[in-house]
């Protein structure tokens, strides 16, 4: 599985964005995709994650009720909706791919998309 992050940039504390990932590659059929970021000096973490089928999500705290995961399954993307953005969502996103539903342990990784957020 390869995947492409797009869609990040510089935004104002409020606003919104949308994130993209495409994913190419025979064997995506199955895989969890999930998104994650790191923000400067910190570790990577978990932002959200969507079944196959697009069934079952999860969000983390920090962003439940403000960030949307969706995906279209057949078109190969996925896509995280950012709204209400923080200063504390500054960070580099990257989507991730992995098979069996999980907050960790992700096998395949984008390249990052970077998101700023001014106050």
């Known amino acids: 599985v390869q995947l492409q992050a797009s869609g990040g940039g510089l935004v104002q504390a409020g606003d919104s964005l949308r994130l993209s990932c495409a994913a190419s590659?025979?064997?995506?059929?199955?895989?969890?995709m999930g998104w994650f970021r790191q923000a400067p000096g910190k570790e990577r973490e978990f932002v959200a994650y969507?079944?196959?089928?697009?069934?079952?999500?999860a969000y983390a705290d920090s962003v439940k009720g403000r960030f949307t995961i969706s995906r279209d399954k057949f078109k190969k993307t996925v896509h995280l909706q950012m709204n209400s953005l923080k200063p504390e969502d500054t960070a580099v996103y990257y989507c991730a791919a992995r098979l069996g539903l999980s907050r960790s342990g992700y096998d395949h990784w984008g390249q990052g998309t970077e998101v700023t957020v001014s106050s």
């Open positions: 590659g025979r064997t995506f059929s199955g895989h969890v």
């Open positions: 969507i079944s196959w089928d697009g069934g079952l999500t």
